[in-house]
């Protein structure tokens, strides 16, 4: 996968490691998740936590508006320069895996332009539950669920809840109003996944987004290492 | 050479960006000039006889190898609107990356280092088209029908069109596409003796100040 060594233009091989001039690349990881599951809100969470100890940036992926992105900056996570928003054409989940030129040019120029980076973090448009990241654009995927949606949505699986390189269960909080059995959902995300890990977390508690932001800090070691 | 590379190229899914490109017809269609199958014709035709044909013998004259700077400066001239020349260029940009990847050649590669952040999208495609070992008729009819084929997948997902009835307009559009195809590279070979000026110049004013308008909205569907 180094064909573009032979010659010194722009990167043609999106899963190179390492930038055309030789530098590794920075760590991409996917966020991705049905519609108001809390993907936005646990990225400016992780900026917030990781921002002082890495340089960061984010692309988001909005099916119809800048919405996301506007969030981010109104939140002011991350200086303006740091935060790119792809088009999608209503298509979100052609985006992240079937098309990804859009999505990797954006994070190509965030590099460019900010220098070498420790992690690029790209949040999909809110999809379904078969919306996975090609490999060709993110190192790891953090598929994002909560107890809203129903707690029945690890049990019926499909791609993001199975395969996602970490299961976020947000908006624990919320599960004694909205009838969802936690302890259910645990059990039925264990069942689909095996041995890959599952976060269950409320942004509104003390520990916050701190057991994905570990994983993170993981990941970026093991990228690093 | 193989027949085949014409599809894969040709092909709606080749990963190449334009899946996020409505090529006018969100614009148009906000506009009330398309709200069914036969203003999504009309629209599709006007396209294919002014900017389609610029970009069909663009792409012939690069897979001809016609200076493909020279090209890409003919192509800003012939394309009024900045929020078209940026999008072109991303497309471009975005059509590069998968060509180099599926057709490595060095002349990609030039153009690539020339225009690190995208060359048009014809001049890429013609070029895309020389390396995978196609002609200047193969490029051509890949840049005429994508011209068409690009708003009627885009018009389908705003209006909710009948996909038949979006799939039926571009057979019947079928034989013009053919003639302008036959002329785009008759222009082609001519620009190979007589420079880019002997390229088509059409264009279609409402496509321009349709596309500039549409960059400036806050919310939309497609990028262009």
Redesign the interface.
Known sequence: MHLDHSHDGPAAVSADAHRPDGTRRALRIGLGGPVGSGKTATVAALCRALRDQLSLAVVTNDIYTREDAEFLLREAVLPPERITAVETGACPHTAIRDDISANLEAVEDLEDDLGPLDLILVESGGDNLTATFSKGLVDAQVFVIDVAGGDDIPRKGGPGVTTADLLVVNKTDLAPYVGSDLARMAADAKEQRGDLPVVLQSLRSEAGVGEVAAWVRARLAAWTA | MTRAALLVLADG?F????????GGAEAAVKAGRITGAAGLEEFCRGRLHTSGAVSAALAAAAALGVDPVALDGAADARTPSAALRVAAR?LG??LM??A??TW?H?EL?AL??QF?KGAHQPVVLGLAARAAGLGPEDAAYCSAYEGVSGPAT?VV?LLSLDPFDATGVLARLAPEVDLVVRDAVDAARRAVDLGVDALPAGSAPLLEIGAEAHAAW??????S
């Not at chain 2, 990963?15 to 409505?22: E, I, Q």
């Open positions: 899914r990963p190449a960006g334009g899946h996020a490109h409505s991303k940009r975005q990356r998968a180099r990847t490595p060095p590669d690539a280092r690190p885009a997902r806050p919310v939309r569907l497609f990028a």
